[in-house]
């Protein structure tokens, strides 16, 4: 019994006494701006409803498309930003309005009760070459505007999108949150 207690206290006083061996591979640094004040959110961007055309079911062409119709431009502004700033970003919330296989928003009124099977779909640009995944949150504040004269800007866009070639005529209403980054 005693060689076995010995034996156990030299083998935990080495465990104790040894080092791990590790290699540094990188560093990370990490810089900031600590300003007296950022922007005030502007009151038309804080609870903002961005009214998309009526369009036909039949504008899609084809399935898993946006519709034909032109997007609609929305800005989100904030104003009295420090005169340091310079660019803003809008980032998304990832919340139950959006369709994880693709991004989009989902309608939140039901087919049941009136409302259409089409989602909506952010767009970095007019031409809608660049959507905003919104299931992705490292894509969803890709989008960044300008500070000029303590006012920033960001511009998105939106259009209806459908899963299948036609939509399912009837209402549609989402949301989403979103959080503004000043740089």
């Given at each position: 019994m005693g060689k076995y207690i010995y034996v156990?206290?030299?083998i935990a006083l080495g465990l104790s006494l040894?080092?791990?061996v590790f290699a540094a591979d990188?560093?990370?640094?990490?810089?900031?701006?600590?300003?007296?004040k950022t922007c005030t959110l502007d009151a038309n961007s804080q609870n903002m409803t961005v009214l998309l055309p009526s369009v036909l079911s039949t504008s899609f062409p084809g399935a898993n498309s946006y519709s034909t119709a032109p997007a609609t431009k929305f800005t989100l502004t904030a104003t009295g930003c420090d005169p340091s700033l310079t660019s803003a970003a809008a980032i998304f919330?990832?919340?139950s309005s959006v369709d994880s296989t693709n991004g989009n928003l989902n309608n939140t009124i039901a087919t049941t009760s009136g409302g259409t099977d089409a989602q909506v779909r952010l767009f970095?640009?007019?031409g809608q070459s660049?959507?905003?995944?919104?299931?992705?949150?490292?894509d969803s504040g890709s989008n960044t505007g300008s500070i000029t004269g303590g006012v920033a800007k960001v511009d998105f866009y939106a259009n209806y999108f459908s899963k299948a070639v036609t939509a399912k005529p009837g209402l549609l209403k989402t949301s989403i949150q979103?959080?503004?980054q000043y740089l």
């Open positions: 156990s206290g030299v040894s080092t791990g990188g560093t990370v640094q990490f810089q900031g701006v600590v300003n007296a919330s990832v919340g970095k640009d007019a660049s959507p905003i995944n919104l299931a992705n949150f490292g979103f959080s503004m």
